[in-house]
């Protein structure tokens, strides 16, 4: 059997598997016994031994090649004389021992980070030792405390980087404003949600002539973003701190960022009143929607303002309400504004982008850091028209990029690998929609399947299937477009003060404004021909590069990739610990819900009022076999034929809330359960008082009967005796109400 070398992904089950470093095939599952000598996230050689009834590969581990040395994170327990550590990642398997001279200063039930001083094997447990006590587990704000230990999120800026913050200057010099333009007083501004802090874009619009017309035919439409590459320089402290990020991280009430607060909430963000730093990315838009020309250049610009998603809505909405009274002389450039929204929307529905609305939500907290509401987040044109705006500047930028042929960082973002494809055709195929996508699936066959369904009952789980078809979106070095966007070429250039490759992107573009190139491998600018005029889409050829450049690159957007997820698996995790300490408080009560996953195991449902999921197991569904049919995403009843689907409506009732495992589970309420229980229990003491009543009477005549000396019969049977009767049908009684009892507990 062949040997492979991966990483161990342990389960909460206490099996595990080994994900290759290859990544040619699917994992390899490593039973609980192999299981016992390594750790989650351990690096190990192994042996496939054996194959399931289903073709799985099973593996033997030969050899450990590297022990994770990150702390582990856990709660410190006392039990039965020994010290140990529970993880609170579940995914280790293990409790960890603890000598006694080794726990600090911690006391039983404190949260602790804890490292290995003898790693596990297949006869002993790991032994640790305590190196930092974070506090109880109550304590405000520990979920987060936990999230960044657990998932290796770097939280600390290091001493080089925090002082090369503080010796930058509050605001920009003289010699910053050198080969910038000036437009400080274009009446740019930003536009956020209310909880922003850090502002890294802003926009104006203004009608504009496009070709020789007598009048205005389409809008200029300038974006402007931090200039984040003018302060962070490659090599620097800051920008090995940035890369080793290469993202902020968004908790309730907390975040992490990827700068130090002096240069993302002060120095480059686009504050209103103050002079800014920016790159801008100036355009033409024709009434088509389309981006006619375009142009990039280093400026100075000062915010006019600081305005927010509702107070634009509301200005769009109403051009003489209070809102606009106070932006008076605002307002006609945010009606221009939504103006080119609407000639861009246009133009991205003849694109064939997808558009699936989803339902946002947002946690409101209280001043201890618990959950007090969860309210959705509504999305406006406010929203939409910004969105929109942005994918304009990113579009311009990576054509800017692509036509000088250049390396740097695209978004990707492909379309179903050939088993999605297959798996989503049979889906369609058994829903007899009539709709299908072809060998080489276009943007245009999804965004066509999603209009024709929207209205149809199950169009939730519809769509919910056209999006599982398609590949996660991942920064690369190799520009395969952006299948979702519906764009040749794609990248992100708007964020740099929240993410590394915007930062990237800036400085790649900076190069070629400059008539140079940026290596990325040491940094430096090399001289080469300045790039041509922009004036067409994908029609400059790439220049070859060196290997080892490109690998450069492409070790970048996997990192980039791969810490982006590490946050967005952060965020979760906080979010399911805040939930599920929010829902302790609702334990037994009744919510409506819709089934949003099906599974072979169960059903997950959200519910309406609270905007939180839990699972209903599948030995909660009835008592009756459930076959998952993976083809049309159901569980179906093999007695009643009942079937449950992806957006199928459901009552259930809040049964268990397991903290640690960040999981909350329903118990399915049927409609009038509550009533025919009610019903039953007063036909059943009904039943019992008439029952006793009559075997009562039945008694006394054969007790008269008896002392006359006379033998009654019953028609056709021998009476039976009095007391043994009266106690057979008591026992009955009492049998027959006992699985009704039972039931309805």
């Known amino acids: ?186 009446p740019l501004v930003t536009i956020d949600g209310e909880d922003a802090r850090d502002f890294d874009d802003a926009v104006y619009c203004e009608p504009a002539k496009i070709g020789r017309v007598k009048a205005p035919n389409g809008w200029r439409l300038v974006v402007a973003i931090a200039d984040v590459s003018h302060y962070v320089k490659p090599g620097e402290a800051l920008d090995d701190d940035a890369y080793e990020r290469a993202t902020s991280v968004y908790f309730p009430r907390r975040v992490i960022p990827m700068l130090p607060e002096k240069l993302s909430n002060g120095l480059c963000s686009l504050n209103p009143g103050v002079e800014r730093l920016a790159m801008v990315c100036d355009m033409l838009v024709d009434a088509a929607g389309e981006v006619h020309a375009y142009q990039f250049f280093p400026a100075v610009i000062c915010s006019h303002a600081r305005l927010t998603y509702t107070e634009v809505a509301a200005i769009l909405a109403n051009t003489r309400g209070p809102e606009a009274a106070r932006r008076g002389e605002l307002v006609p450039h945010l009606l221009q504004l939504h103006e080119v929204y609407r000639a861009l929307l246009k133009q991205r529905v003849r694109r064939g982008a997808m558009d699936f609305e989803t339902t ?13 509401k969860i309210v959705p987040r509504t999305r406006n044109d406010a929203h939409r028209l910004i969105e929109e705006a942005m994918l304009a500047a990113n579009v311009c930028a990576a054509d800017f990029i692509a036509q000088a042929g250049h390396p740097a960082l695209y978004r990707v973002h492909e379309g179903p690998t050939p088993e999605k494809r297959a798996t989503l055709q049979n889906y369609l195929k058994a829903l007899g929609l009539g709709l299908s996508i072809g060998e080489e699936p276009r943007p245009q066959e999804f965004q066509a399947i999603a209009a024709a369904t929207k209205d149809r009952p199950d169009a939730l789980q519809i769509h919910t299937m056209l999006l599982r ?219 019992a008082k008439t029952g006793a009543e009559e075997e009562l009477a039945r008694v006394k005549s054969a007790d008269r009967a008896a002392k006359a000396g006379t033998k009654v019969k019953a028609r056709g049977a021998k009476a039976a005796h009095p007391v043994k009767a009266a106690k057979a049908t008591a026992r009955k009684t009492k049998t027959a109400a006992a699985p009704r009892r039972a039931k309805r507990r």
């Not at 342990?10 to 290859?22: I, S």
């Not at 016992?36 to 042996?47: E, G, K, N, Q």
């Not at 925090?162 to 274009?186: F, N, T, Y």
Request: aromatic letters at 6%; charged letters at 30%.
């Open 360 to 372: 946002e939500t947002q946690i409101v907290c209280d001043e201890n850091g618990r959950i007090e």
């Open 469 to 687: 078809s398609m590949q996660q979106a991942i920064y690369t070095g190799t520009n395969s477009g952006h299948f979702g966007l519906a764009y040749g070429a794609y990248t992100h250039f708007t964020s740099p003060i929240r993410r590394y490759p915007d930062l990237l992107v800036h400085r790649v573009i900076k190069a070629l404004l400059g008539g140079k190139r940026y290596h990325l491998l040491s940094g430096k600018l090399e001289d080469a021909p300045a790039p041509r005029a922009a004036k067409g889409r994908g029609k400059g050829k790439p220049r070859q590069t060196p290997s080892e450049e490109m690998e450069r690159w492409e070790a970048a957007g996997a990192h980039c990739s791969a810490n982006e997820r590490r946050a967005d698996e952060a965020s979760r995790d906080v979010e399911a610990w805040l939930k599920c300490r929010y829902m302790r408080e609702h334990l037994g009560e009744e919510f409506s819900g819709t089934v949003s996953a099906v599974t072979g195991f169960g059903l997950f449902v959200t519910l309406d009022a609270l905007y939180v999921e839990g699972l209903v197991h599948i030995t909660e569904l009835g008592g009756e076999y459930y076959r998952f049919d993976e083809l049309r995403q159901e569980l179906r009843g093999e007695r009643s034929g009942m079937r449950y689907v992806i957006g199928a409506r459901v009552r259930v009732q809040v049964s268990r809330v397991d903290l640690d495992g960040r999981r909350i589970d329903f118990r399915l309420v049927r409609e009038g359960e509550d009533d025919a229980a009610r019903l039953r229990a007063r036909r059943e003491r009904t039943l």
């Open 1 to 186: 059997m062949s040997e492979v070398v991966g990483t161990v992904q342990g389960h909460r089950d206490g099996h595990g598997f080994l994900v290759r470093d290859d990544r040619a095939s699917g994992d390899i599952y490593l039973s609980q016994q192999e299981m016992r000598s390594v750790l989650h996230r351990d690096r190990v050689r192994a042996r496939i031994v054996r194959y399931d009834k289903r073709g799985r590969p099973e593996a033997r581990i030969l050899e450990i090649l590297e022990r994770r040395k990150a702390p582990i994170i856990g709660r410190l327990l006392h039990e039965g004389g020994v010290w140990l550590v529970a993880p609170e990642d579940k995914r280790y398997g293990q409790d960890i021992m603890v000598p006694k001279n080794a726990i600090a200063n911690a006391s039983a039930g404190q949260v602790v980070a804890i490292e290995l001083t003898e790693p596990p094997s297949m006869y002993s447990q790991p032994v640790g030792r305590v190196t930092e006590v974070l506090g109880e587990i109550d304590d405000p704000g520990m979920e987060i405390e936990i999230a960044v230990r657990k998932f290796e999120v770097p939280h600390r800026f290091s001493a080089q980087a925090l002082a090369q913050a503080a010796a930058l200057p509050e605001k920009i010099r003289p010699a910053d404003r050198r080969q910038r333009i000036d437009l400080s007083d274009v």
